[in-house]
């Protein structure tokens, strides 16, 4: 989580880091300090809700270049939420700014939050590439540390923490590296660096032992504050260590905290003494009893092991042989069954179900979006409640809380945060046994999972219910599940009927599923040029995706030739939001837009739990915020979807194709029908012909096209 002002420090003393021609090599990367990196230093889309295909493009150049230098990337993931809570404060404070950011975006001054699908993208870009990445059960600093110091190979990240770690092979700032301007012979090239290892600081303060460095860390890190606040400490410091020959106030002028903190330290000659003063001067300056001396040098000891490294990485087995080796038993994956432990390892399960199963607690990230409005995340509040219901479901069928615990909702409302009541989301064994548990929930207190999201623009903790599928799943046996199983329960919680999606392309219909979902639930109802404009921008992503270079086209619609369709992406493209527009930001867009992206996350999500009965879309190119912005403003305008795309043409088909299965998936089944159900809903709109697959071209598609979406509001009841 960091060491506060130690980046500062190292960066502003020029005798701690080297320059590095860096090749032919392993590198262990932290993956969540790349994606932040790639999309927030490199001109990327913050306010339109993301531009997924330059990220996807941005990234793959990243690749291409270590790959020019021979550089074999290992990606590591942070996973869930610690078990311990340690950190939960610090989250909760960064996702409180993160709300006031997104607000600053909405109304185009400056902020920095991360669109909601550049993870999933992330991953989807790696596993298409064949990079090696595994997720981690909590944070991964330290199994990080520990692959690259068995592997005697650098980091690259951006987490100050690594100026702690005693990595032989070294850190490398993302910062200064330098990968966009390669250098050398052909043969011979290599990415320009800075390069960091803890002997020279330590040299730096007369040979400091490094258990030293590691309890200045503990003191002034970011999730110190359970146990001491540092700048109470150094006030007690500056006061106890006249005699020792130390401080801020003797010596050497310090010229931070940091710096003082480590001159100090270093005029001890053991950690021991070191921690037996940190502990006096806490006692003596009445922050805790004479009494907890030792109890605190006990937790100050056990929170400076996470930099101690000597262990053997777990995940070099990964790497090798692709078993999960999970840290230790802090996490609950080791208890969740083998098929949904290997996907999260692969990253193909989000951290936030993880979450909801180990701490029965979510996190839900801020979007760009209306802030008068209800959060976005509301409009795909029942998906997520299908998933805490598969994942609390015992096998009796009632709801249960973790560790055979419940959650009760008039309980929980006594509370306001942190552990007991109000906190984790989950009471132990010690206050109710499993069949207590089972015996609430046949009464009907509902099981409840906590919601971190936005209310206006404060962070609220909402408790919300599982609410199990009716078509019965078991977590146990969902490796055994047949996908048809599996395939309906999807179906029955996005509430469409499998034949609306069949004319569609296999890896398009999850994205058309969740489009209907969102079409029919949220308020307020997106107006038809915005839903032309989001089927258009799939269009783009299709044409764009089967027109890379050296695609595979294995997702590909067959039999069609998509190299005749690279004037749609001059069409579609060209009326793209602009870097550099000075228009407002049209907030009734981008919030039913942060809607559509809450949705298909969550959509994302239940799809992973249920080991993907539906293909994995193209991520890169579902969805790009600029391009479906440009669009509707075009289509509003008084533009014709049908000008955009030639006559005739597979682009045009597949728009046809699209924007009917999103109207037939927008109206809500029977429950009996959502699976088995063939026959089409009648409302008068007759039959379908050549089976639906697509509609005919010409006055009937333009006529199709206008009444459509009839029943939908008006653009300016909407704009209202």
């Known amino acids: 989580m960091g060491v506060q002002g130690l980046t500062t420090f190292v960066e502003g003393n020029r005798n701690f880091l080297q320059d590095l021609r860096f090749r032919d090599s392993r590198l262990v990367i932290d993956g969540c300090s790349l994606y932040y990196r790639l999309y927030f230093h490199h001109g ?164 400091l032992d490094r258990e030293l460095l590691h309890l200045c860390a503990v003191i002034n890190g970011n999730d110190y504050g359970a146990l001491m606040e540092a700048e109470t400490l150094l006030d007690l410091i500056d006061v106890g260590a006249s005699g020792r020959g130390g401080g801020r106030g003797k010596g050497r002028a310090s010229s931070s905290r940091i710096e003082g903190l480590l001159i100090w330290l270093s005029s001890f000659s053991s950690v021991a003494e070191a921690l037996k003063e940190v502990s006096r001067l806490m006692c003596e300056g009445g922050r805790n009893k004479k009494g907890q001396k030792d109890e605190l040098s006990s937790q100050l000891w056990a929170a400076m092991q996470e930099y101690n490294i000597k262990a053997r990485s777990s995940l070099v087995h990964w790497f090798s042989e692709g078993k999960v080796a999970q840290r230790g038993n802090t996490c609950g994956l080791t208890q969740l069954p083998d098929c949904l432990s290997f996907a999260a390892a692969q990253g193909q399960l989000a951290p936030a179900v993880v979450d909801a199963w180990v701490m029965q607690r979510v996190l839900l990230m801020p979007q760009v979006e209306n802030n008068r409005l209800a959060s976005s995340h509301l409009s795909s509040k029942a998906i997520r409640q299908a998933i805490y219901g598969i994942l609390l479901q015992g096998q009796d069928g009632t709801v ?32 109710w046994s499993t069949g207590q548990a089972a015996s609430v929930q046949a009464q009907g207190t509902p099981i409840c999972v906590e919601e971190y999201d936005r209310l206006d623009l404060s962070l609220k903790k909402n408790l919300v219910e599982a609410q199990p599928p009716r078509t019965p799943v078991l ?16 179906f029955e919680v996005l509430a469409v009927k499998e034949s609306a999606l069949e004319p569609v392309p296999p890896h398009q219909r999850l994205v058309v599923a969740v489009t209907g979902f969102w079409l029919r639930e949220v308020t307020p109802t997106p107006p038809q040029p915005l839903v032309q404009a989001l089927v258009l921008s799939m269009v783009y992503g299709e044409v764009s995706f089967n027109n890379q270079p050296g695609n595979s086209h294995q997702h590909a619609v067959p039999r069609m030739n998509w190299a005749a369709e690279r004037q749609v992406l001059s069409a579609l493209g060209g009326k793209r939001v602009r870097p550099g527009e000075r228009r407002r930001l049209d907030l009734g867009v981008a919030h039913s837009l942060s809607q559509w992206q809450a ?122």
């Not at 012909?689 to 199709?704: F, H, K, L, N």
């Open 400 to 431: 249960h809380g973790r560790d055979g615990g419940a959650w009760l909702a008039a309980e929980s409302g006594r509370g306001s945060g942190g552990r007991g009541r109000g906190g984790r989301g989950q009471v132990h064994t010690s206050a």
């Open 599 to 720: 949705c298909f996350w969550s959509a994302l999500c239940l799809n992973q739990l249920l080991l993907m009965p539906l293909p994995q879309p193209q991520l890169s190119w579902v969805f790009s915020g600029t391009l479906v912005h440009g669009l509707y403003r075009a289509l509003k305008a008084g533009w014709a979807a049908e000008t955009l795309l030639p006559v005739g043409s597979v682009s045009g088909r597949l728009y046809s194709c699209l924007l009917e299965a999103v109207r037939d998936c927008s109206f809500k089944p029977n429950p009996s029908s959502l699976v088995s159900g063939r026959k089409r809903r009648g409302r008068g709109r007759g039959k379908r012909r050549g089976g639906g697959r697509v509609a005919q071209s010409g006055r009937r598609d333009a006529e199709e096209l206008n009444n459509r979406f009839a029943l939908l509001m008006s653009d300016e009841e909407f704009d209202h």
């Open 44 to 207: 990327l889309d913050l306010q339109h809700g993301g531009d997924y295909d330059a990220f996807a493009c941005l990234l793959t150049r990243f690749l291409s270049a270590l790959a020019a230098c021979k550089i074999q990337p290992y990606v590591v993931l942070d996973g869930g939420i610690d078990p311990s809570d340690k950190k939960f404060p610090t989250l909760r404070s960064r996702l409180q700014s993160k709300i006031r950011e997104a607000d600053s975006l909405s109304h185009g001054r400056n902020g920095s939050v991360l669109p909601i699908l550049t993870r999933h993208v992330f991953i989807h870009v790696l596993t298409q590439r064949g990079v090696p990445l595994v997720q981690c059960s909590a944070e991964a600093d330290w199994e990080i540390a520990c692959l690259a110091r068995q592997w005697n190979c650098p980091v690259l990240t951006n987490d100050s923490d690594f100026y702690v770690f005693d990595l032989p092979g070294g850190y490398l700032p993302l910062q200064y590296f330098q990968w966009t301007n390669l250098n050398g012979k052909a043969c011979q090239r290599y990415i320009s660096s800075r390069f960091y290892t803890t002997n020279n600081l330590c040299r730096w303060f007369g040979g």
């Open 475 to 490: 977590l146990s046996e969902l490796s055994q599940a047949p996908v048809a199983l599996r395939l309906g329960v999807l």
